[in-house]
């Protein structure tokens, strides 16, 4: 887990990413939120009006808080009491409808956010491999959840209290200048002084708040790259290592957020002093005329309590400002997922394979080189046909270009030249789904889910039946050990399959691939991690299995490949020479090398 690579992601993600994304410092990315809002568009309406009435009934109490003032010495107490069950209707409505713009903006807020979520996971997990040479898993998990949480604490709630905030604010500005036009004319020539700082710092805060949720994102890559291989972590020693390089990341993060928190602070301090103190001449100007005789104290009183009203409504929005600004951050960087380019897409009309799949391999001059290593090319013009249910396998020193091969058969990458096909037909021609679904893979590095043994079988065929699965299970010599587990099949095997030896994920990872049940088996050092027992048990198998199959291995033990119908030897991407094992032996050259050294020291080989 070298320092580079996460803190290289740390840093491309931060600082120079705000520069680099200086465009989009208006809150109109925003609008990019509409098409998972448009669905909910009664839900809308209906927070709206509920808004809309609170507003209202607020703007509503000064009036009755007037007449009550004014009218407090009147001998008709009847009228007095009807002043105040008004005032105590206006509050009821106002706390009913309240209640209601709450349930409606939080379902709201809630549903959308799940909607995002989902249209980001969708898109993040079709997308290729070298997508995730740009990008750590963890900064990917990251934009789920934490700047997800962000947009889900707008929707839910910052949004309809600006919006709410916004009505105060006009709706207080016309009753004032109807309470009073001189004194509010005072309050107007403020507005400016109070508008220039929140417009200067908010974009400040903007640029700092975008930087922040970059750091945080880079910490949860630290994080989970550490965590995700904690055991070689910790056998070798790194651990200390590990803590000072998260500790840096997270360091890093808090001060930007503390310089984020500061600029805040300034901002709020500026606002609410401007504000209150704007308020506090208005009402002596306002007492003066009283004395004079030019107004009542009940008008003086709502004038204030409007004045206040509009106040809070700018000192809310001057805080809701950057709460949208840091949505919009996080907005910015969840639409980067969503409109993310991928190098291998699906043509727009793919053609149809031709039923039943034969199996049929073709590469067509094929090169290609993988992004993150430009340099070095992983395959050199290679051509190679294989003809259904032929089994083919690739021997060759490591980084002789054997994994690329099935890895460009199941398209995880586009040629850089030539064409790889299935059937006769270009790969590209054809959808990716469709044609995955007639492949089998046994990886290298077998992948076990946070399930069940049955479950991690079933993987390979979702609708096979229990009975399916233990058969499949028995083919790869892994019944044995998954029946002696405390629940048998319905184990769990821990994440990653944590309770699992590497043999035995190995097992599981062949009996899905067994379950399959595809045309085209592909086994990529399938049994690398087996004892000889075991490798002697699945080798019966995977014969068993590969008749009648195109079945393409990968190997560095010549022993499990001496049966093959035809050896493809590969050094530096290119194939050097191909045939029956007893034809290459006799013809020397590399493969006769790597058999000598195998065959005749076995220690050496091992």
């Not at 009940?298 to 949505?327: D, K």
């Not at 997922?337 to 699906?346: F, H, I, W």
Request: net charge negative; aromatic share 6%.
């Amino acid at each position: 887990m070298a320092r580079s690579k996460s803190a290289n992601a740390a840093t491309s993600a931060a600082p120079g990413a705000s520069d680099e994304r200086a465009g989009s410092r208006n809150m109109s990315v925003l609008a990019s939120l509409w098409p998972f809002l448009k669905p909910y568009r009664l839900l809308m309406i209906g927070a709206l009006l509920a808004l809309v009435l609170t507003a209202s009934m607020t703007l509503t109490l000064p009036l009755a808080v007037r007449r009550v003032v004014d009218h407090f010495r009147i001998e008709d107490g009847e009228l007095l009491n009807l002043y105040f069950l008004a005032a105590l209707g206006i509050a009821a409505i106002l706390a009913v409808g309240t209640g209601i713009r709450y349930a409606l903006v939080t379902r709201l807020g809630e549903r959308v956010v799940a909607d995002i979520r989902k249209a980001v996971f969708d898109r993040v997990i079709g997308m290729s491999p070298e997508f995730f040479e740009r990008i750590m898993t963890g900064e990917v998990l990251s934009r789920i959840t934490t700047d997800t949480t962000l947009i889900q604490s707008v929707l839910g709630s910052s949004a309809s209290i600006a919006l709410r905030n916004m009505l105060m604010f006009l709706g207080g500005l016309v009753l004032m200048l109807l309470t009073s036009a001189k004194l509010t004319a005072m309050v107007l020539l403020l507005i400016p002084v109070v508008i220039v700082p929140i417009l200067v710092l908010g974009r400040r805060l903007r640029a700092i708040s975008r930087e922040n949720q970059d750091w945080i994102a880079a910490s949860s890559g630290n994080a989970g790259e550490a965590l995700g291989a904690v055991q070689t972590v910790q056998a070798f020693t790194h651990e200390d290592a590990s803590r000072a390089q998260f500790a840096e990341v997270t360091e890093t993060s808090y001060e930007v957020s503390l310089r984020r928190i500061q600029t805040r602070a300034v901002l709020t301090v500026i606002v609410i002093f401007l504000v209150f103190s704007g308020i506090v001449g208005v009402l002596w100007m306002g007492a003066n005329d009283v004395r004079a005789g030019n107004m009542t104290e009940g008008t003086l009183i709502q004038f204030v309590i409007y004045s206040v009203i509009m106040a809070g409504s700018v000192a809310a929005l001057s805080e809701i400002w950057s709460e949208l600004q840091r949505a919009a951050g996080a907005t910015e960087r969840l639409v980067e997922l969503l409109n993310a380019e991928d190098t291998v897409n699906d043509p727009a009309n793919p053609k149809a394979l031709p039923q039943p799949v034969r199996g049929e391999i073709g590469f067509d001059g094929v090169s290609f080189r993988y992004p993150s290593r430009p340099e070095v090319p992983a395959l050199d013009n290679v051509t190679l046909k294989v003809e259904p249910g032929e089994t083919v396998a690739f021997v060759g020193p490591s980084g002789a270009g054997k994994t690329t091969v099935i890895q460009m058969i199941q398209r995880f990458y586009d040629p850089d030249a030539g064409k790889v096909s299935l059937d006769g037909i270009d790969l590209r021609e054809l959808s990716r789904a469709e044609f995955r679904r007639h492949i089998a893979l046994v990886p290298q590095d077998p992948v076990i889910f946070a399930a069940s043994a049955r479950e991690n079988i079933r993987f390979g065929r979702p609708d096979a039946s229990d009975a399916e699965v233990e058969a499949a299970a028995r083919a790869a010599a892994a019944h044995d050990f998954i029946a002696a587990l405390p629940e048998g099949y319905d184990s769990f095997v821990g994440e990653r399959g944590v309770m699992l030896s590497g043999g035995q994920k190995q097992r599981i990872a062949i009996a899905r691939a067994i379950l399959r049940d595809a045309p085209v088996l592909l086994l990529d050092e399938a049994t690398s991690a087996l004892d000889a027992e075991s490798e002697m048990a699945v080798q019966r198998a995977v014969d068993e299995l590969s008749a009648g199959r195109t079945t393409l291995i990968v190997a560095h033990r010549l022993a499990t490949v001496k049966k093959a119908d035809r050896i493809v030897v590969m050094e530096e991407g290119r194939i050097v020479a191909q045939g029956t094992h007893a034809d290459l032996v006799a013809e020397g050259g590399l493969y006769a090398r790597l058999a000598r050294l195998q065959f005749t020291d076995g220690v050496a080989a091992e």
